[in-house]
């Protein structure tokens, strides 16, 4: 399934343009803001990198099973550094409904308190993902002054 023709789609039932939603809404930290579809790009390319695995593959809307765990990071990750709402994860990764990302957040706090090998995963991912936005806001910082 093309990932465009999907998002054009829901474009055009919900009258809802996820791009210009990506250009309103900004990650703001202290004076510096980062806009979510930057955030967005680094969270995919960092979870498939760690895992290796297609992108494409976390924000599809197939249900393999193969997939489904790191489908359940990218959308938890998500909560952790959008400020996207549950409608704009769940578009954004392969139109899902909110239900679908409160139950993958869950899935992620509930393997993380009962398995300290994923919790590792998941902080290294954290960490991966944390300096890539610090670096972006270091190199805004430069270019201002």
Same mark, same amino acid.
């Given at each position: 399934m093309n990932i465009f023709k999907s998002l054009g789609k829901m474009e055009r039932i919900f009258n809802y343009n996820i791009n210009e939603y990506d250009e309103r809404n900004a990650v703001k930290i202290g004076r510096i803001s980062i806009k979510n579809k930057d955030v967005n790009r680094i969270l995919l390319t960092r979870i498939s990198e760690y895992f290796s695995i297609d992108p494409v593959m976390i924000i599809t809307?197939?249900?393999?099973? %193969? !997939?489904?765990?790191? @489908?359940?990071? !990218?959308?938890?990750? #998500?909560?952790?550094?959008?400020? !996207?709402? +549950? /409608?704009?994860?769940?578009?954004?990764?392969? *139109?899902? $409904?909110?239900?679908?990302? +409160?139950?993958? /957040?869950?899935?992620? *706090?509930? +393997? #993380? %308190?009962? &398995? @300290?090998? !994923?919790?590792? &995963?998941? &902080?290294?991912?954290?960490? +991966?993902? %944390?300096? &890539?936005?610090? $670096?972006?806001?270091?190199q805004k910082q430069t270019s201002i002054c």
């Open positions: 809307r197939s249900r393999n099973a %193969e !997939y489904i765990n790191f @489908k359940h990071v !990218y959308r938890f990750m #998500c909560c952790q550094f959008t400020s !996207y709402s +549950l /409608v704009a994860i769940g578009i954004k990764s392969g *139109n899902f $409904d909110h239900a679908t990302i +409160l139950n993958s /957040v869950k899935q992620v *706090n509930n +393997l #993380c %308190e009962t &398995d @300290k090998v !994923y919790k590792q &995963d998941i &902080d290294s991912i954290f960490n +991966l993902i %944390e300096n &890539d936005i610090k $670096d972006i806001i270091n």
